[in-house]
């Protein structure tokens, strides 16, 4: 039975969400600094973007993915002083994977709330903790009694949403292939990339099976990495800047844990958190009204799901807008023009950096050799993470 | 409030220190190394201990809810979506439809496998559509396993089944 629901119907913010600075670390798969060095390092260029203190932050809000990559139970609190998160109100918040837009979200209702008129966004990983693969830690959030007897990889999960998302709508797997080319090459002009390079589709496709259909080029490498974020309200975004970023519409949902249950080919939770972000931000054709989007893209194949899921494309048609060039940096819609996860490097919630800050830097036209090449209004940035069952909208505009 | 913004053309200044895999493997950084070794014991719960109990006599069993019509497999003691108690227990066959398929050549610390592992979403036979497990194929080769086919469990041997998912080998191809 399809049950229609529409979240986020009732809602009355105190006061307007502006961005006014960003900062990330770079994204390596192993780095020297520790998660509290790297979230300072991050927290001292947004500031300084800014133009704030540290002082002038009221409250914090951090994202970190599972205790279980830095082998430190309480994170947050771990992570607390070099986030500068101490003497004030401080939060952590974790919807896995889909963390580096949910911490952003959860910056937004300090703000809009009215509780806060400053608030500081740090999310961080260090996932090269876990020796001697992360992919160790990821084995304990499978289901105990179902799945972990079965002695399954992360990966498989992925593999079998691919598959099934091939076969229902009839795509190739040279199309998908094109997304991890197109994201390479962007993130050559990304400071902080971890893997950025000029591919082919044939690479992707000779690259080392993990679990088929899934290659290596496939996926996103795991990093160590940190972004910040500072959110502020309307008075204070005035005295800072002429040119703010307006956070316009935030959306999340979660779909069944029973993830055998649902029919894999569409991210329905997208589809939800997208619908309500739509309509706090006033968005009926987000195909038409959407500049430009960050899609999460820890695999070529999540960058079109989600795309049909946020609506930038019909059920199946993501691949030939990707095919076509539309999705390129200098395209009618341009998709992960920072990169994405596949070149600049997927430090789980520290992904952050390449969703919600360069959705902000590229409305704030600050994204360098990455400005998209058309004019820009309007953007989206989604993550996805738990048991792929979370989506986490977040829509911006430069004009209030 | 420290106001002035600086002008910074293009951010992010990329700070931090990558370090390679031989850098700690033959320590030239300074790092501490633990091994926590944490132990657990997870009760299975009223839904998943008469599941499993039933594995041991061969069955698959669900459960069903008259509110919305659905035989709900794996079980569970309430309808998530009607949100209420569920009205009964029905056995389901160990046939069923494989809903997707992958072939794993990694095992779960990300390790190659020796021989790739065929691992689906299978859809039961006699519980609602889409509603499936996870679980492994055999008795096929990886290029004939195909999103439609029609597969059987294969269980151990009554006095080797312990309630377990694992008491079901793997699926079979019905045919053929």
């Not at chain 1, 390129?328 to 919630?349: E, H, Q, T």
């Not at chain 2, 008469?50 to 309808?79: D, H, Q, S, V």
């Not at chain 2, 779960?108 to 299978?122: G, H, Q, T």
Request: hydrophobic share 40%; aromatic share 8%.
């Amino acid at each position: 039975m399809e049950v229609e629901t529409v979240k986020g119907l009732k809602f009355h913010k105190k006061q307007d969400v502006a961005i006014v600075g960003a900062g990330m670390t770079t994204f390596k798969r192993r780095l020297l600094e520790t998660g509290k060095e790297l979230s300072y390092f991050a927290v001292k260029q947004a500031l300084e973007e800014a133009g704030l203190d540290i002082k002038d932050i009221e409250m914090v809000v951090m994202g970190s993915a599972p205790d279980a990559f830095d082998g430190t139970a309480l994170k947050g609190e771990y992570l607390l002083d070099g986030a500068g998160g101490s003497d004030r109100p401080y939060l952590r918040v974790f919807v896995g994977g889909g963390t580096g837009v949910f911490a952003p979200i959860a910056g937004y209702w300090h703000v809009a709330s009215g509780l806060a008129d400053v608030c500081l966004v740090v999310c961080e990983e260090k996932m090269s903790c876990c020796y001697p693969h992360p992919q160790s830690a990821f084995k304990y959030i499978w289901d105990p009694i179902l799945d972990r007897p079965l002695k399954p990889n992360l990966i498989w999960i992925f593999a079998l949403e691919m598959r099934r998302y091939m076969h229902v709508n009839n795509i190739r797997h040279e199309d998908i292939a094109l997304v991890s080319v197109k994201n390479k090459a962007n993130a050559l002009d990304h400071p902080c990339a971890q893997v950025a390079e000029k591919i082919t589709v044939e690479d992707v496709l000779n690259s080392e099976p993990m679990a088929l259909p899934v290659r290596r080029l496939d996926v996103s490498p795991p990093s160590d990495g940190a972004a910040a974020l500072i959110m502020v309200a309307p008075h204070i975004a005035r005295q800072l800047t002429d040119d703010p970023v307006w956070v316009t519409g935030v959306g999340w949902a979660l779909d069944t844990t029973h993830w055998t249950n649902r029919d894999l080919y569409f991210p329905r939770y997208v589809a939800e958190a997208a619908k309500m972000a739509y309509r706090m931000a006033h968005i009926t054709d987000p195909r038409k009204q959407i500049d430009v989007a960050e899609p999460y893209d820890p695999f070529d194949y999540k960058e079109l799901h989600h795309m049909e899921g946020l609506g930038l494309a019909k059920k199946g048609e993501a691949p030939i807008l990707t095919r076509e060039g539309i999705t390129a940096r200098d395209g009618d819609l341009p998709v992960c023009p920072s990169g994405g996860l596949l070149g600049v490097g997927n430090p789980i919630a520290a992904a952050m950096g390449v969703k919600a800050c360069e959705i902000y830097w590229q409305l704030a036209y600050r994204a360098g050799k990455r400005q998209v090449a058309k004019e820009v209004t309007t953007g989206v940035c989604q993550a996805w993470g738990d048991l792929m069952q979370v989506g986490t909208v977040m829509v911006m505009s430069n004009k209030r | 409030m420290a106001v002035g913004r600086k002008k910074i053309s293009c951010p992010p200044s990329a700070e931090g220190t990558a370090l390679s895999e031989k850098d700690i493997s033959e320590r030239r950084v300074t790092f501490f190394e633990d091994h926590p070794n944490l132990v657990y014991s997870w009760t299975a719960g009223q839904a998943m201990s008469r599941f499993l109990n039933e594995l041991k006599n061969g069955k698959l069993i669900a459960t069903k809810c008259e509110k919305c019509e659905r035989i709900i497999f794996p079980p569970r003691i309430y309808c998530e979506l009607c949100y209420k108690p569920i009205d009964g227990w029905v056995y389901v066959k160990d046939t069923g439809t494989v809903q997707t398929f992958s072939i794993s050549y990694i095992d779960p610390d990300a390790r190659p496998l020796e021989k790739p592992v065929i691992v689906a979403v299978i859809a039961v036979d006699g519980a609602s559509p889409n509603m499936g497990i996870m679980h492994i194929l055999g008795e096929v080769e990886p290029e004939k396993v195909y999103i439609g086919m029609r597969v059987k469990a294969v269980w151990k041997p009554e006095n080797e089944r312990e309630g377990a998912i694992t008491d079901i080998k793997y699926w079979k191809p019905l045919e053929g």
